[in-house]
């Protein structure tokens, strides 16, 4: 009898877990068919989403740590690139030379160590948050890679109705 119950547990168990596999990889194909940017990060992050408020302070430097203490390191592409220039755009409202200015005032000041890294492709960006459990960046869609956990952005993934970063 508790053979036959473990079997039948083991048996559930599979079937809800290759539903949730299937349910992921779709979800994960719907990401990869926008050019929405995501926000993404690390896969042992336990951020889950992030509003449009906190992606401000994030990529203002204001906000350091993410819940659990692990700090934030915020990685970018290199000036002129549409992640860039999207994010830094719809999220600051700034151009990119004001975003610079900024941080080297801050820098200045002593309030920063230095300005956020910026990397000159997406699979370097990529590697670096799959390597780095604090680490976030902005990728477009199509370039997700799966080994990286995309946020829900005011509650929303890329390519649903209403994503704020388009």
Sequence with gaps: MKKQRAIYLLSITAILLAMLGVGLAETLNSFRNTDDIA????????ATSVTMSDL?????????????????????RDPGTPERDKVIGLSLKMNDAEFAKYWRTMVFRGEASGEPLAVPSNGMAAEYVADTPGAITFVIGRNLRPDLKVLKVDGKYPGESGYPLK
Excluded at 39 to 46: A, I, R
Excluded at 59 to 71: A, D, H, I, M, V
């Design 39 to 46: 926000v993404v990060v690390n896969e042992k992050n336990s």
């Design 56 to 76: 401000r302070k994030i990529l203002l430097g204001e906000r350091k740590f993410w819940k659990g203490s692990s700090p934030v390191q915020l990685v970018l």
